[in-house]
């Protein structure tokens, strides 16, 4: 199901026909390094995470992590999207991009369809998470507007994150 687009990407559910790109986005040394390893290093593994990521949250809040796909070639690039995570008061912006479409604009460009997308959806206030040594998506948070508002950690979970606020 199609959630918005923008001048160059289509912004959509994630379906489980799109296991593969999710097991290739979710092995790269940037989803490693800055996300953690999720544990999907199968087709399957990554079928149950659509199912019960992605999937179990559109059903559960009407929002998730969307496919960003270019309107071009419909080449699946990314995941962008709105996240209600355990420890966090306020629904929080997520993104995560191929390597090879790092640094072209496209993150960024999904990330204020996102924040449109809340705006409408009745949202007042987002926030995001990252880990304090990850720039780029430090960067793009202030880019969009985004304040630093101290420190995080989640439950289950020992890293001290960086979180970042924007009402809207």
């Not at 379906?15 to 390893?37: C, H, K, M, R, V």
């Not at 559109?58 to 419909?74: P, S, T, V």
């Not at 508002?149 to 001290?160: F, H, K, Q, R, S």
């Amino acid at each position: 199901m199609k959630i918005t687009e923008t001048n160059r990407l289509s912004l959509r559910w994630v379906e489980e026909s799109d296991a593969g790109f999710i097991l290739t986005l979710l092995n790269e040394p940037g989803w490693l390094q800055y996300i953690g390893d999720k544990g999907v290093h199968t087709l399957e593994d990554a079928n149950l995470y659509i199912l019960n990521g992605p999937r179990a949250m559109y059903a559960q809040k009407g929002f998730g992590l969307f496919l960003a796909e270019r309107k071009l070639d419909h080449t699946p690039i990314g995941l962008c999207g709105l996240i209600k995570r355990d420890g966090l008061e306020d629904v929080d912006i997520g993104f995560a991009f191929l390597s090879a479409y790092q640094t072209q604009g496209y993150a960024y460009e999904a990330a204020c369809a996102t924040v449109e997308f809340a705006k409408e959806s009745g949202i007042k206030r987002l926030v995001a998470i990252t880990s304090k040594d990850n720039e780029p998506s430090s960067k793009l948070l202030e880019k969009l507007g985004m304040t630093s508002d101290g420190y995080v950690t989640l439950p289950n979970d020992t890293e001290e994150l960086k979180k970042y606020g924007l009402k809207i």
